[in-house]
């Protein structure tokens, strides 16, 4: 069977910052118990008329641009979100219209913070069994309106960013080496959204309870969070045949800071091998992985033949892991490569004219 690889990868955020200074104005909270309880300085919040499939729109042009792929190639769009547009129809078939990706399918995918390795999983077992080639994995979140403003046990946690990837076959052995997905829905409703489906319909009742906001029993979630990502990661390697020391960089889902730096603990990873920007963007549920992803690989953290593993838990519960073989170079180590060549071919031009 072949395998499947990223070919590109995107990413964006809505331009509106909310600060934990902002957020000390309108809860009872500070700068210093958010950094020192999540390392989250600050988030970005897209404004009323922002939906999920805008800005995941746009991490999916910047992913294609990326890939050199042109929409009209793509089989199938899967769009792994919790704050999808509507109910129905799905975000991936907004974002295929919008793209004009003509000829692809298109779905969406719910497994809360795990979403996106759920989708990167789905997407290569269709690339790998010979059904598809060339696939827009995307994830999208919008999670300052599912937030409750004034719950400031959960408000200063969320933020909302896009992040997508583009997908084609590879050898075996190369790309994405495992994907292992796990799921416990016995523990459901310790992170959850109670109304608007068609369990707690919405009604007025559900409003002035303040239902349609997502809640959570943070404690005992981060305990789980913590066993749970550092076994997806063990299980994950060994899917892959691969040790942890081959490792060069962990990009976990960035939800808490001391949650990540447990779980690289666990897996003896040092500080240099872990990707954190949950700093700038809080916890953006399925879009966090491939943000981080895309600003690991613009800014050379991820060079051509390294082994990253991904590492994710959410909501479900949900929890997974991926282990990749970067296939992509970056411009940042094209040019620590090769940029000492092209400056002296344009030094001997000069001399030549
Ligand atoms: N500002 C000030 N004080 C606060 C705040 C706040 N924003 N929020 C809570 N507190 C208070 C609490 O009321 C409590 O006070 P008390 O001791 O007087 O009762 C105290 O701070 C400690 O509260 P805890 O909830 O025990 O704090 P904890 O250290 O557990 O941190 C947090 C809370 C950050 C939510 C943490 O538990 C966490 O990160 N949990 C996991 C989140 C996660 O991974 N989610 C999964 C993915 S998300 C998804 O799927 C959508």
């Known amino acids: 069977m072949r395998s499947a690889k990223i070919v590109g990868v995107g990413s964006y955020a809505p331009p509106r910052v909310l600060t934990n200074q902002d957020l000390a104005r309108m809860v009872d909270t500070s700068d210093k118990w958010i950094m020192e309880r999540t390392g989250i300085r600050e988030r970005h919040i897209a404004d009323d008329k922002t939906a999920a499939s805008d800005i995941g729109l746009e991490a999916a042009r910047r992913a294609l641009k990326d890939a050199r792929v042109k929409p009209e190639e793509l089989d199938l ?32 995918l719910e497994a809360a913070c795990s979403g996106f390795i759920y989708a990167l999983s789905v997407a290569r077992g269709l690339i790998a069994s010979g059904e598809y080639d060339t696939i827009l994995v995307v994830a999208s979140e919008v999670l300052s309106k599912i937030t409750d403003w004034e719950d400031r046990a959960t408000c200063v946690l969320f933020g909302d960013g896009a992040g997508a990837v583009v997908l084609k076959p590879a050898k075996k052995g190369q790309g994405i080496l495992s994907t292992y997905l796990r799921a416990d829905g016995g523990n459901w409703n310790l992170l959850w959204l109670p109304a608007g489906g068609s369990r707690i319909p919405t009604t007025r009742d559900s409003v002035d309870k303040r239902l349609h906001y997502m809640k959570m029993e943070g404690n005992r979630v981060f305990k789980i969070a913590v066993q749970s990502m550092t ?45 954190i920007n949950l700093d700038r963007y809080g916890n953006t549920s399925a879009a966090s992985i491939p943000l981080a992803l895309d600003e690991a690989a613009k800014r050379g953290r991820i060079k051509r033949g390294d082994l990253v593993i991904l590492v994710a838990f959410g909501g479900g519960f949900t929890w997974a ?13 094209y040019l620590a490569r090769f940029g000492h060549r092209l400056s002296s071919l344009a030094t001997r031009r000069k001399r030549k004219y």
């Open 77 to 108: 769009i899967i769009v792994a979100t919790i704050t999808a547009d509507m109910s129905f129809p799905s975000t991936a078939c907004l974002i295929q219209d919008r793209l004009g990706a003509k000829k692809a399918a298109a779905f969406d």
């Open 231 to 275: 076994a997806a990661a063990i299980e994950g390697l060994k899917k892959a045949e691969v040790r942890v020391e081959d490792i060069s960089l962990l990009i976990t889902h960035q939800a808490n800071l001391r949650i990540i730096n447990a779980v690289a603990k666990r897996l003896s990873l040092p500080p240099e091998k872990v990707f």
């Open 321 to 333: 892991s991926a282990v990749i073989r970067w296939e992509r170079i970056s411009l940042k180590s």
